[in-house]
T-cell receptor, first 111, second 112 residues
Framework: GQQVMQIPQYQHVQEGEDFTTYCNSSTTLSNIQWYKQRPGGHPVFLIQLVKSGEVKKQKRLTFQFGEAKKNSSLHITATQTTDVGTYFC???????????FGKGTKLTVNP | NAGVTQTPKFQVLKTGQSMTLQCAQDMNHEYMSWYRQDPGMGLRLIHYSVGAGITDQGEVPNGYNVSRSTTEDFPLRLLSAAPSQTSVYFCASLGRKNTEAFFGQGTRLTVV
């Protein structure tokens, strides 16, 4: 079945350092989404990427979708304590409504 | 517009008991799903539904039943709770293709 692998599982950084999480799918995706879950909360949608090679930015966050539409990354520049949480990627295969999530990357930021 | 409403927020069950986790959405979304979240395991899909009257199994369906009699509601039933079902459960809904998923607040279930 469709699998979405995400690394690293955990990342601890000093405030101001950069952070990147990577997502890889075993199959070509029709789109990929990114979510953030704050401690004790529920996943909240951040962004969706649809086109091959697409790059989108949200302030300090940069999202990329690979040319083959099998991988994606989320990069945070100059992390802040408000970035703490678990970041999930979620992929959809063409023709399917099912959304498959990666295991997530838990980010902690030391002030 | 409440979005996705999950109840209860917390529940403690004894082994062998049954219960139903409720999920309702008011966005007229066709697709609804249930996930469980365990430490280090991410969000694992239990069951999903692409519309009223249609359900299908996800990655970890054993021990759980679902039904979808209306577009709005997608309850998750535990027929005979086991300690391995201790987890945080999330219901999510989304519209047609290329839309975001909206999650409920989650149900923290403990089976003793």
């Amino acid at each position: 079945g469709q699998q979405v692998m995400q690394i690293p599982q955990y990342q601890h950084v000093q405030e101001g350092e950069d952070f990147t999480t990577y997502c890889n799918s075993s199959t070509t995706l029709s789109n990929i989404q990114w979510y953030k879950q704050r401690p004790g909360g529920h996943p909240v949608f951040l962004i969706q990427l649809v086109k091959s090679g697409e790059v989108k930015k949200q302030k300090r966050l940069t999202f990329q979708f690979g040319e083959a539409k099998k991988n994606s990354s989320l990069h945070i520049t100059a992390t802040q304590t408000t970035d703490v949480g678990t970041y999930f990627c979620a992929g959809r295969k063409g023709g399917s409504e099912k959304l498959v999530f990666g295991k997530g990357t838990k980010l902690t930021v030391n002030p | 517009n409440a979005g996705v409403t999950q109840t209860p927020k917390f529940q403690v069950l004894k082994t062998g008991q049954s219960m139903t986790l409720q999920c309702a959405q008011d966005m007229n979304h066709e697709y609804m799903s249930w996930y469980r979240q365990d430490p280090g395991m991410g969000l694992r899909l239990i069951h999903y539904s692409v519309g009223a009257g249609i359900t299908d199994q996800g990655e970890v369906p054993n021990g759980y039943n679902v039904s979808r009699s209306t577009t709005e509601d997608f309850p998750l039933r535990l027929l005979s709770a086991a300690p391995s079902q201790t987890s945080v459960y999330f219901c999510a809904s989304l519209g047609r293709k290329n839309t975001e998923a909206f999650f409920g607040q989650g149900t923290r279930l403990t089976v003793v």
